[in-house]
């Protein structure tokens, strides 16, 4: 029993090691820019469900998703990136956000999930406290996107 | 004339805003229903933009500008919405009349805290109609009065009992669908008619 408990007790020691080494992380696409972001602050993948515009002072938050019995504001990425996305040939990326659920538009192509090394993951902090800093994954250096703080830092309203 | 296709709404508890419902530039706008005193056509407006009806002037204000939203021209669909309380009134141009819809108090949601800008003051919040989401214009700002904490409350009214939420002139019409057509309406309120 004591054996088994040692094993039990080890493999937890050596998943919680592991899980330590490495950071999980999704890749995805928007207007063409490729990105990454933790798995953790993504809350799954549904079909664009198209946008209801909202009269917004807000920097890049400009309108409304349809999702369940509710409504979820949407993060314009690709107008940050100064960019545009087809809508009809996209995708919705439900983010966790600090603030509530959170939409974003990203391209067709289905995101794609990657176990990367955090040595293979650089946090540094620039001029936009929106990305984290890079990682490698799948071979391609990606910048690493902050999703679940996403428009956090753009200025507020008096 | 009247309001086509009217409907009634189901409501499942006692506690119900009615709103009258608008196009402007694409978007659904809903503004409490118990300010609207008339819906006019563009026409009725005198040259310096000011409306009277009912020996009352409502002076215009550009809801579009104010919203920044882009209207889709005059059309035969342009109303203008006479709204106001005892304190101020003002006139303004909408696409479209929808019509009037009772909407649950609890199916009223907040706009999203992601909304962090000027906004939140034009706009009380929104709520998911059959077709599409309307947008609830803050009706304290529409008429440039003084903001105040939980503005809907005041428009509640207890669907069982007929009770509104304040003393005021309310519309005596039918509650008709979101999604069906209006004709050029005619709106009676108490007191006051309106073509």
């Known amino acids: ?158 | 004339m009247s309001l086509r296709g009217q409907r009634v709404v189901t409501i499942s508890s006692g506690q119900a805003v009615r709103f009258l419902v608008t196009l402007m530039g694409g978007s659904s706008v809903a503004f409490p229903a118990q300010w609207v005193r008339g819906i006019v056509l563009p026409a009725s407006a005198g040259p310096d933009g000011r409306a009277t009806w009912a020996g009352m002037e409502y002076e215009r204000t550009d809801l579009f500008t104010r919203l920044k939203l882009k209207s889709e021209g005059l059309s035969p669909d342009t109303r203008l919405i006479l709204y106001g309380n005892e304190e101020r009134s003002r006139s303004f141009a909408v696409d479209k009349v929808l019509g009037l819809l009772d909407v649950e108090r609890a199916l009223i949601r907040p706009l999203p805290p992601q909304f962090r800008g000027k906004e939140r003051e034009r706009i009380l919040g929104f709520f998911v109609a059959p077709s599409s989401v309307a947008l609830i214009a803050n009706p304290f700002w529409v008429l440039d009065l003084p903001h105040r904490l939980h503005a809907l409350e005041m428009f509640a009214i207890r669907i069982a009992e007929g009770m509104s939420g304040e003393n005021d002139s309310r519309l005596h019409l039918p509650v008709a669908g979101l999604d069906e057509p209006v004709e050029p309406c005619e709106l009676s309120v108490e007191g006051h008619h309106a073509t």
């Not at chain 1, 798995?39 to 946008?51: A, C, D, R, S």
């Not at chain 1, 107008?79 to 966790?96: G, N, P, T, Y």
């Open chain 1, 1 to 158: 029993m004591l054996r088994s408990q040692l094993r039990r007790q080890s493999d937890t020691t050596a998943s919680g090691a592991i899980a330590a080494r490495v950071q999980s992380m999704v890749v995805f696409s928007v207007a063409g820019k490729r990105l990454a972001a933790r798995t953790e602050e993504i809350g799954g993948v549904l079909p664009w469900p198209g946008t209801m515009p909202v009269p917004s002072d807000t920097p890049f938050v400009t309108s409304l998703v349809r999702h369940e019995e509710s409504c979820l504001p949407v993060f314009d990425l690709a107008a940050k990136f100064k960019c545009s996305v087809r809508e009809e040939e996209s995708l919705c990326l439900i983010v966790k956000h600090v603030d509530g659920p959170l939409a974003i538009c990203i391209d067709a192509r289905v995101p794609s999930m990657h176990v990367v090394p955090r040595s293979e993951v650089q946090y540094q902090s620039g001029l936009d406290p929106d990305i984290a800093g890079s990682c490698v994954a799948g071979d391609e250096q990606l910048p690493l996107i902050n999703l679940a703080t996403l428009g956090v830092a753009s200025p507020r309203p008096a």
